[in-house]
Each structure stands twice: as C-alpha cells, then as structure tokens.
Nanobody
C-alpha cells in the first residue's frame, strides 16, 4: 500500500511560481508511475503531469507544458511539480496519485485516473490576477 500527502499549495499572484510536493510511503513507490491531477471549481478532474517509475518519461497537459516540471526522488519517495508563470486558470485543487503496479516497465506514464491507485487529499492552489 502507498500513502501520498501533498503540500506546497497556496495563494500566489499571476506570474508567480509554486512548488507542489508529494511525500509517499510504501515499499513499492519506486515501481509506480506518479501523477498530478487537478480539479477546478465546476470542472472535472484532469491530468496535469505524470512521471514514470524511473523518471525517464514524463507527460504534461498542453496548458502547463513549458512552464511546469515534474520530478521524483525514489530514495526520498517524493514527487514534485514546479509550476511557473502561474495563471488564474491554474486555480484548482491539485492531487498527487500513485499509479497501479504494472509489468510494462517501458511504458510512458498514464494520464487516465483509472491507472492510479492511491490518491492524496489534495492541496489548493489559488492564483490571483
């Protein structure tokens, strides 16, 4: 089993930066893809960024591509999402999720919620204009 806890959310002005962190527990962390999802008020949850088990493959949704970086440390069991040039439309609750175990070690990280097994409680990001 894996537990994940997010931190780093808050209020920031447009154009500013935030670094979201996800601390995980469990022996299988390094075998799992990790993802960041977000849910804005009145909208469905959507994938933001994801990283495979080794950190060699990443995914970014088009709206954050070029201004966000996902990374992981398998020794410390952490995943981070650095977000720069924040926009009001980035306002949402951000969730960290641990992917289901898979034997396809070469696969890119999934963007489907169904591929993720363990979820954190979320951290609020608010961007003021």
């Amino acid at each position: 089993q894996v537990q994940v806890v997010e931190s780093g959310g808050g209020l920031v002005q447009a154009g500013g930066s935030l670094r979201l962190s996800c601390a995980a527990s469990g022996r299988t962390f390094s075998s799992r893809a990790m993802g960041w999802f977000r849910q804005a008020p009145g909208k469905e949850r959507e994938p933001v960024a994801a990283i495979n088990w080794s950190g060699s493959k990443t995914y970014y949704t088009i709206s954050v591509l070029g201004r966000s970086t996902i990374s992981r440390d398998n020794v410390k069991k952490t995943v981070s999402l650095q977000m720069n040039s924040l926009k009001p439309e980035d306002k949402a609750v951000y969730y960290c999720a641990a992917g289901r175990l898979t034997s396809d070690w070469g696969a890119p990280p999934s963007t489907s919620e169904r591929s993720y097994e363990y979820w954190g409680q979320g951290t609020q990001v608010t961007v003021s204009s």
